[in-house]
Each structure stands twice: as C-alpha cells, then as structure tokens.
C-alpha cells in the first residue's frame, strides 16, 4: 500500500534549476529502487533516472546525464530529482515510481507511481 507524493514541480527559464521530490508512504518502505519517468506533450514516457535504495546506485537516461541528479534520504522515505541547466526540451509532467522488487539492472519498471507532477521550462 505504498503512496508516492510528488512535489516541486513548476515553471522556470531555460538555463535554470528545480528540485524535485518524492515522498513514499504507507508503513515500512522496503523496496528496492526508486526513480523518476518523464512524459512530455504528445511524446511517449521515457525513463530519466533511477536509484537503488539501500546502496545509492544511481543510472540515468543519456539526455539528462550530467545535468540532473537524483539523491536518496532513506530516514524520510524521500528521493530527489536535482535538476540543472533545464532545456525547454525538458517539459512534461514527471512521475515518481519505485519497485518492491529487483527486476534488472538499470531498469524501473514502477510497482508504485505518483500522480506527477508539471515541468515547464521557457526559453
């Protein structure tokens, strides 16, 4: 009965930074890695990162790699989503996920799903 809460969603210039959150509730959290997908206007959903929850091990998609950052606080059931140097290409609605189980490496497949949250950057 896991519960996923997005937040920190909004709108910002190109060339500017936000800071996503995520908050898992719903008794003890014992999954095994939590991430982040991304749906834009009209495009399909693509997975933009992901983060194993006991050993930090993070895997990103090549479009965002080197510039956002996603973090772990396990005392809060809580992953971030640090984003930088926002492309207008970066617009859509972002979706927590976390999977209850190890599935493959690199991979989310979403066991649990937050009701999103909106991105928008303007150039």
């Known amino acids: 009965q896991v519960q996923l809460a997005e937040s920190g969603g909004g709108l910002v210039q190109a060339g500017g930074s936000l800071r996503l959150s995520c908050a898992a509730s719903?008794?003890?959290?014992?999954?095994?890695?939590m991430g982040w997908f991304r749906q834009a206007p009209g495009k399909e959903r693509e997975f933009v990162a992901r983060i194993t929850w006991s050993g930090g091990i993070t895997y990103y998609a090549d479009s965002v790699k080197g510039r956002f950052t996603i973090s772990r606080d396990n005392a809060k059931n809580t992953v971030y989503l640090e984003m930088s140097s926002l492309k207008p290409e970066d617009t859509a609605v972002y979706y927590c996920?976390?999977?209850?189980?190890?599935?493959?490496?690199?991979?989310?497949?979403?066991?649990?799903w937050g009701q999103g949250t909106q991105v928008t950057v303007s150039s």
């Open positions: 719903g008794g003890t959290f014992s999954g095994y890695a």
């Open positions: 996920a976390a999977d209850s189980a190890f599935y493959r490496r690199n991979y989310l497949r979403g066991d649990y």
